[in-house]
């Protein structure tokens, strides 16, 4: 079941690399879907789909640690193969209420620009106010909560851990909050610099990946939060000099 995951991981990073070589992906870009004149639900349909994909490639590889600990805690389980493609469903129903809230929000953020000149004439704010939040969250409270709990999966599934396909769906949804709490400004930042950009797709999820599944995850903590802040100065002194925002 982990190679099939891990399959589908693989298979997620190759369409991703597609969309952007093949320059499918500019068109799933906020500003592009929110110029296109798109009915908002179908914008937000083609987002979303392509969300799954990013999901799978960024998030997927720093939860199969967690992933292999619950296959080996309820393998012997029936229905566990059940239990667990419940899990995955969860997993991916929490990351895309998510992506729905940020497409949402962004959408109504380019409706206030076009309403307020002044934003207009200063859009760049915009991009280091997004890295600005990448960075402060860096240093929160609750990203440290959530990122010790990605960090000691056997604490949480020892605790939540039950037999039953629904189980799976609870623990589904109970360790996609954890990751949301660890990743979302970062997640955002992606959803700024557009769906399938895979300079910033790379970045992101190295950061992560070694944030969430490695020993050295506590230690760049400190220093990606002080990254993102030089970057925010940098979008906000220089636009245009950040690729992708």
């Known amino acids: 079941m982990i190679r099939i995951i891990g399959c589908a991981i693989a298979v997620a990073w190759a369409v991703c690399v597609w969309a952007e070589l093949s320059g499918f992906a500019a068109q799933l870009h906020h500003h592009a879907l929110y110029e296109s004149g798109r009915?908002?639900?179908?914008?937000?349909l083609a987002v979303l789909i392509a969300w799954q994909f990013m999901t799978a490639?960024?998030?997927l590889p720093s939860s199969l640690g967690f992933i292999r600990l619950y296959a080996l805690t309820g393998?012997?389980?029936?229905d566990f193969p059940l239990a667990l493609a419940l899990f995955l469903g969860g997993y991916f129903a929490v990351w895309t209420a998510f992506a729905l809230a940020a497409?949402?929000?962004?959408m109504q953020l380019h409706r206030t620009v076009d309403a307020w000149p002044w934003l207009a004439a200063h859009a760049t704010l915009i991009p280091a106010a997004t890295l600005?939040?990448?960075?402060i969250y860096?240093?929160?409270p609750l990203k440290d909560a959530c990122l010790k709990a990605c960090r000691h999966p056997a604490i949480y599934l020892r605790?939540?851990?039950?037999?039953?396909?629904?189980?799976?769906?609870?623990?589904?949804f109970g360790h996609a909050l954890y990751c949301l709490g660890c990743c979302w400004a970062l997640m955002l930042v992606m959803f700024a610099a557009g769906v399938a950009h895979l300079a910033w797709m790379g970045v992101l999820a190295t950061i992560m990946f070694v944030e969430k599944a490695t020993p050295a995850g506590s230690r760049i903590v400190v220093p990606v939060g002080a990254a993102f802040g030089a970057l925010a100065v940098i979008a906000l002194l220089l636009p245009g000099a950040i690729p992708g925002l």
Do not use: I, K
């Open 103 to 106: 497409f949402s929000g962004d």
């Open 75 to 78: 393998a012997r389980a029936p």
């Open 138 to 140: 860096q240093f929160t």
């Open 132 to 135: 600005a939040l990448a960075a």
């Open 39 to 44: 009915p908002f639900w179908l914008a937000a």
């Open 159 to 172: 605790r939540e851990y039950r037999r039953g396909a629904l189980n799976g769906l609870r623990l589904g």
């Open 57 to 59: 490639a960024m998030m």
